[in-house]
């Protein structure tokens, strides 16, 4: 639909439609905030309300060396993905490498591999007695432990959200900029960065964010790769330790890094930028010719692909094979993949439910509540899942027995932890939506209620449907969150992955993963289909 | 005569702008009410309060008898029974051409016979199955019409509703849509800054300024006897000439020229392109300096002796090339206001 440039600043801001929020939007908007902050206030009461023992233990020079490591690896992991991401973004997007098409499904399929389950995988290979020694008796590759096997297991497994979101800002590139940028005298290379590169800038800030705060809260990976991370150290001192203050404490302390990395981020990014209302028509470029560099291009994806996508499906299906015997009875399999299903479809339904409010807010009304809202949703992005596990589980074993350790409790977290999953695509879709469609249905004698129900939620499915996806494939693969609060006896495809991996059950471990992962790829191609992924 | 429409000391602050300004008016049943004005002059948002989508800091809306809008009393736009036709026209773009006309009527009971009236009304009975991107700026735009039309409004409010369309598609929709208000009886508001579109369409117009209500009269009132300098130089071309008024003759470079009120002191002198004629004359005033040609006329740009710079509406058959020697009389209107 064409906007005039007259209301074009009316849509950029959301123009308020009818002046005030209804009641019930404002009500259930405050609802979904106070539930986004109960883990961190819950957290900070309980470090206020801490001993001296627990501060005096959080300022050792141990802490210092955890804090050290982690920033170091995210640090490493975000430059190895960015580098990675955009280079296979430039080739699945810009060039004419054969088959991009499937390339650029194939740079996006890793992120249903949990990055656990590419840890165990690599080291059930590539390990001491791993499957390459096993069956091929090569034994020449050094080990995947500490930080080199965090480093590469972890970039392998998220250098697909910078490649992603670089593909997509690649994709609705002005073509026309950069031929002019030639005509203007400059070289294909100095085009490249003086033009490509600071128009893929966002979009690769965006890329890396996602990258560091998946380092940050990552869980499993680093601790079968026995990498000291803080999320590891935060695991083992609520496990090991009968005074929990210490935990809450780190966990805080790793909110704080996070927090760090997201204003980082959002300072860097500059106002958002609608790039759809640019005048003038958008040509896309001519895609450039690889010629003798064909073969490297597509060593590159390949090789990526098959380290990624070939290697894990393979060891998986070996162990697997291999360990029928173990796998007699088949029903507990089904029984944790009915829990996954079961759970992360109740997070995907409830949480778009709770990000709707949240979204319709910020979207169309300005005010106070709406920018507090904001606040409250964008900083839970700098929550990772075991800091909101334990702030949980803390919070119910005081003040809610009764939901300790239920689903309802997962859920919650569930929620808390994917809002922004939930709420990133759906805002995407609704300040699409001209605000001017909305007033004509309030004209046409409609409600509030019933404006929303037949014109601005049909419009909005989109995002509706991708914050959906987006929310299923995070809960299948959530690891930590799901460790500390599932309930007694509710096994999920993670949970059980990852207790029989750590178990030394291979077998077992692989039956349960390759079923994840199949799982997992539902959402994954509707968002590959609908081409939303970069949210 | 019956009021449709009733407005009174109107008043809408956005930040620090103004945006309406103790505006009152009125518009009778059945009439044609345009609302002319600059972009940012507060038309938009007249429009707006009256449809019930911005509250007003002040002042009254009375829709057909009834209180809309009051200290008080807020009714909200849902059941103020007022159709609006969007700028951007605003179609649902999830809905067909038909679901969109049959969006505000309630209760199957009827509706499709009226969805079909009015479709035959805007002549797009052909469309109906057509999804909004499928169709021209000007078949959006009936569509648009159509389905404010189809509840049966006690008022239709237009926003520029010709603002998107070409040139050629504006001139021939603006009489359809005309005319199609008029067989539906329909008492219509519309904003414009177009002073062509709001002078040909409207029984009554209204001159926005900086969001007061400057001017209320027919479209002959308000171009040949605009209320002050600013309305004159907006709607239509107008020359200026500096005078001195000696009661209701005012002296100036045309000479004396006789003004409708009487003004004493020094005076702007304002005369319509057309009221002036050229002829060829060696020992004339004036020079001319440059052509304007649009077909049916040309507007020719003269110089005079003094130093002053007048536009001439001439037919187009007046053919003195640049440099020519004219004479410029003054043969209709002239206005003078006090400087």
Same mark, same amino acid.
């Given at each position: 639909? %064409?906007?005039?440039a007259?209301?074009?600043?009316?849509?950029?801001?959301?123009?308020?439609?009818?002046?005030?929020?209804?009641? *019930?939007?404002?009500?259930?908007?405050?609802?979904?905030?106070?539930?986004?902050?109960?883990?961190?206030?819950?957290?900070?009461?309980?470090?206020?309300?801490?001993?001296? +023992?627990?501060?005096?233990?959080? *300022?050792?020079?141990?802490?210092?060396?955890?804090?050290?490591?982690?920033?170091?690896?995210?640090?490493?992991?975000?430059?190895?993905?960015?580098?990675?991401?955009?280079?296979?973004?430039?080739?699945?997007?810009?060039? +004419?490498?054969?088959?991009?098409?499937?390339?650029? %499904?194939? &740079?996006?399929?890793?992120?249903?591999?949990?990055?656990?389950?590419?840890?165990? @995988?690599?080291?059930?290979?590539?390990?001491?007695?791993?499957?390459?020694?096993?069956?091929?008796? #090569?034994?020449?590759?050094?080990?995947?432990?500490?930080?080199?096997?965090?480093? @590469?297991?972890?970039?392998?497994?998220?250098?697909?959200?910078?490649?992603? &979101?670089?593909?997509?800002?690649?994709?609705?590139?002005?073509?026309?900029?950069?031929?002019?940028?030639?005509?203007?005298?400059?070289?294909?290379?100095?085009?490249?960065?003086?033009?490509?590169?600071?128009?893929?800038?966002?979009?690769?800030?965006?890329?890396?964010?996602? @990258?560091?705060?998946?380092?940050?809260?990552?869980?499993?990976? #680093?601790?079968?790769?026995?990498? +000291?991370?803080?999320?590891?150290?935060?695991?083992?001192?609520?496990?090991?330790?009968? +005074?929990?203050?210490?935990?809450?404490?780190?966990?805080?302390?790793?909110?704080?890094?996070?927090?760090?990395?997201?204003?980082? $981020?959002?300072?860097?990014?500059?106002?958002?930028?609608?790039?759809?209302?640019?005048?003038?028509?958008?040509?896309?470029?001519?895609?450039?010719?690889?010629?003798?560099?064909?073969?490297?291009?597509?060593?590159?994806?390949?090789?990526?692909?098959?380290?990624?996508?070939?290697?894990?499906?393979?060891?998986?299906?070996?162990?697997?094979?291999?360990?029928?015997? $173990?796998?007699?009875?088949?029903?507990?399999?089904?029984?944790?993949?009915?829990? &996954?299903?079961?759970?992360?479809?109740?997070?995907?339904?409830?949480?778009?439910?709770?990000?709707?409010?949240?979204?319709?807010?910020?979207?169309?009304?300005?005010?106070?509540?709406?920018?507090?809202?904001?606040?409250?949703?964008?900083?839970?992005?700098?929550?990772?899942? #075991? @800091? #909101?596990?334990?702030?949980?589980?803390?919070?119910?074993?005081?003040? /809610?027995?009764?939901?300790?350790?239920?689903?309802?409790?997962?859920?919650?977290?569930?929620?808390?932890?994917?809002?922004?999953?939930?709420?990133?695509?759906?805002?995407? &879709?609704?300040?699409?939506?001209?605000?001017?469609?909305?007033?004509?249905?309030?004209?046409?004698?409609?409600?509030?209620?019933?404006?929303?129900?037949?014109?601005?939620?049909?419009?909005?499915?989109?995002?509706?449907?991708?914050?959906?996806?987006?929310?299923?494939?995070?809960?299948?693969?959530?690891?930590?969150?799901?460790?500390?609060?599932?309930?007694?006896?509710?096994?999920?495809?993670?949970?059980?992955?990852?207790?029989?991996?750590?178990?030394?059950?291979? /077998?077992?471990?692989?039956?349960?993963?390759?079923?994840?992962?199949?799982?997992?790829?539902?959402?994954?191609?509707?968002?590959?289909?609908?081409?939303?992924?970069? $949210? | 005569?019956?009021?449709?429409?009733?407005?009174?000391?109107?008043?809408?602050?956005?930040?620090?702008?103004?945006?309406?300004?103790?505006?009152?008016?009125?518009?009778?049943?059945?009439?044609l009410?345009a609302l002319l004005g600059p972009s940012?002059c507060?038309? =938009? =948002?007249?429009?707006?309060?009256?449809?019930?989508?911005?509250?007003?800091?002040?002042?009254?809306?009375?829709?057909?008898?009834?209180?809309?809008?009051?200290?008080?009393?807020?009714?909200?736009?849902?059941?103020?029974?007022?159709?609006?036709?969007?700028?951007?026209?605003?179609?649902?773009?999830?809905?067909?051409? !038909?679901?969109?006309?049959?969006?505000?009527?309630?209760?199957?009971?009827?509706?499709?016979? !009226?969805?079909?009236?009015?479709?035959?009304?805007?002549?797009? =009975?052909?469309?109906?199955? !057509?999804?909004?991107?499928?169709?021209?700026g000007g078949?959006?735009?009936?569509?648009?019409?159509?389905?404010?039309?189809?509840?049966?409004?006690?008022?239709?409010?237009?926003?520029e509703p010709y603002s998107n369309l070409d040139a050629a598609l504006r001139v021939g929709l603006r009489l359809e849509v005309r005319?199609?208000?008029?067989?539906?009886?329909? =008492?219509?508001?519309f904003v414009t800054h177009d002073q062509e579109e709001a002078l040909s369409l409207a029984d009554v117009v209204g001159v926005m300024m900086?969001?007061?209500?400057v001017q209320?009269g027919t479209a002959t009132e308000v171009y040949r006897r605009p209320a002050s300098r600013v309305v004159a130089e907006f709607i239509g071309e107008v020359n200026l000439l500096p005078g001195q008024?000696?009661?209701?003759a005012v002296v100036c470079d045309l000479g004396t020229v006789v003004v409708p009120?009487?003004?004493?002191?020094?005076v702007d002198v304002l005369v319509r392109p057309e009221a002036l004629r050229l002829s060829a004359d060696p020992r004339g005033q004036g020079v001319v300096t440059g052509h304007a040609f649009y077909g049916h006329d040309q507007i020719v740009h003269v110089r005079l002796d003094s130093g002053l710079r007048l536009q001439c509406r001439t037919g187009p058959g007046f053919d003195q090339p640049d440099g020519a020697r004219v004479r410029v009389q003054l043969e209709g209107d002239a206005l003078a206001f !006090?400087r």
């Amino acid at each position: 639909m %064409i906007v005039p440039a007259s209301r074009l600043h009316a849509v950029l801001r959301g123009t308020p439609a009818a002046g005030h929020p209804p009641r *019930w939007l404002v009500a259930a908007g405050l609802l979904v905030g106070a539930a986004m902050m109960l883990p961190v206030a819950y957290l900070l009461v309980r470090a206020v309300g801490s001993g001296g +023992d627990a501060w005096a233990l959080l *300022w050792r020079w141990r802490t210092l060396q955890i804090l050290g490591s982690t920033v170091a690896l995210a640090l490493a992991v975000t430059a190895a993905s960015v580098a990675l991401g955009v280079a296979v973004a430039w080739l699945t997007h810009r060039t +004419d490498l054969p088959g991009r098409r499937w390339w650029t %499904i194939a &740079s996006a399929l890793p992120l249903v591999v949990p990055s656990y389950l590419g840890a165990f @995988v690599f080291l059930a290979a590539f390990g001491p007695r791993g499957l390459l020694r096993d069956v091929l008796g #090569i034994d020449v590759l050094p080990e995947l432990r500490g930080f080199p096997g965090a480093l @590469v297991v972890l970039t392998l497994f998220s250098y697909p959200f910078v490649a992603l &979101s670089a593909g997509a800002a690649l994709d609705g590139h002005d073509g026309s900029l950069e031929e002019a940028s030639r005509l203007l005298g400059r070289t294909a290379w100095g085009t490249f960065w003086r033009v490509t590169v600071p128009q893929l800038r966002p979009a690769v800030t965006a890329g890396a964010l996602l @990258v560091g705060l998946y380092v940050l809260s990552d869980f499993g990976a #680093i601790s079968l790769v026995q990498f +000291d991370s803080f999320t590891q150290v935060i695991y083992t001192q609520y496990r090991g330790s009968l +005074d929990r203050s210490l935990a809450a404490l780190l966990a805080l302390l790793l909110v704080v890094l996070t927090a760090v990395v997201v204003v980082l $981020e959002r300072r860097t990014r500059g106002p958002a930028r609608f790039h759809r209302f640019a005048p003038g028509v958008r040509r896309r470029l001519r895609a450039t010719r690889l010629r003798q560099w064909t073969p490297l291009g597509v060593l590159v994806v390949a090789g990526l692909a098959t380290l990624t996508l070939v290697v894990p499906v393979a060891v998986l299906a070996y162990w697997w094979l291999r360990g029928t015997p $173990e796998l007699a009875d088949g029903s507990e399999l089904w029984q944790a993949a009915a829990n &996954s299903a079961l759970a992360a479809g109740l997070a995907a339904a409830i949480t778009v439910l709770a990000a709707l409010p949240v979204a319709l807010l910020a979207c169309r009304y300005r005010g106070r509540a709406s920018a507090w809202l904001q606040a409250a949703v964008y900083s839970s992005q700098a929550l990772p899942g #075991i @800091v #909101i596990a334990l702030a949980l589980v803390f919070f119910a074993a005081n003040y /809610a027995p009764v939901v300790y350790q239920t689903l309802p409790l997962l859920l919650f977290a569930y929620v808390v932890r994917f809002q922004p999953h939930a709420s990133g695509p759906l805002r995407g &879709s609704l300040v699409q939506i001209t605000p001017t469609v909305e007033e004509a249905a309030r004209t046409l004698g409609q409600s509030p209620a019933q404006a929303l129900r037949r014109v601005t939620l049909p419009l909005a499915r989109p995002g509706l449907q991708a914050g959906a996806a987006l929310v299923l494939l995070g809960a299948l693969k959530e690891l930590p969150a799901t460790l500390l609060l599932a309930p007694t006896g509710f096994g999920t495809l993670a949970t059980r992955t990852w207790g029989f991996a750590s178990e030394g059950f291979f /077998a077992l471990a692989a039956a349960h993963a390759l079923v994840l992962m199949l799982l997992a790829t539902v959402p994954m191609v509707f968002l590959a289909r609908r081409g939303i992924a970069s $949210e | 005569m019956n009021v449709a429409l009733r407005c009174r000391e109107l008043s809408k602050r956005f930040g620090d702008v103004q945006a309406v300004d103790d505006v009152s008016f009125e518009v009778a049943e059945g009439s044609l009410f345009a609302l002319l004005g600059p972009s940012g002059c507060g038309k =938009t =948002t007249v429009l707006r309060l009256i449809a019930g989508l911005e509250t007003p800091d002040a002042g009254l809306i009375e829709i057909a008898g009834s209180i809309a809008q009051s200290a008080r009393t807020q009714v909200p736009p849902e059941r103020r029974h007022v159709g609006l036709v969007f700028q951007d026209y605003a179609l649902f773009p999830h809905l067909d051409v !038909r679901a969109n006309v049959a969006f505000g009527l309630a209760g199957a009971n009827g509706r499709d016979a !009226r969805v079909d009236e009015v479709l035959a009304q805007v002549g797009l =009975t052909e469309l109906a199955r !057509r999804m909004p991107d499928e169709l021209s700026g000007g078949q959006q735009q009936r569509v648009a019409l159509a389905r404010a039309l189809a509840p049966r409004p006690r008022l239709v409010l237009l926003d520029e509703p010709y603002s998107n369309l070409d040139a050629a598609l504006r001139v021939g929709l603006r009489l359809e849509v005309r005319a199609i208000l008029r067989a539906a009886g329909a =008492t219509a508001v519309f904003v414009t800054h177009d002073q062509e579109e709001a002078l040909s369409l409207a029984d009554v117009v209204g001159v926005m300024m900086e969001g007061r209500l400057v001017q209320i009269g027919t479209a002959t009132e308000v171009y040949r006897r605009p209320a002050s300098r600013v309305v004159a130089e907006f709607i239509g071309e107008v020359n200026l000439l500096p005078g001195q008024g000696i009661g209701r003759a005012v002296v100036c470079d045309l000479g004396t020229v006789v003004v409708p009120e009487p003004l004493i002191g020094p005076v702007d002198v304002l005369v319509r392109p057309e009221a002036l004629r050229l002829s060829a004359d060696p020992r004339g005033q004036g020079v001319v300096t440059g052509h304007a040609f649009y077909g049916h006329d040309q507007i020719v740009h003269v110089r005079l002796d003094s130093g002053l710079r007048l536009q001439c509406r001439t037919g187009p058959g007046f053919d003195q090339p640049d440099g020519a020697r004219v004479r410029v009389q003054l043969e209709g209107d002239a206005l003078a206001f !006090r400087r």
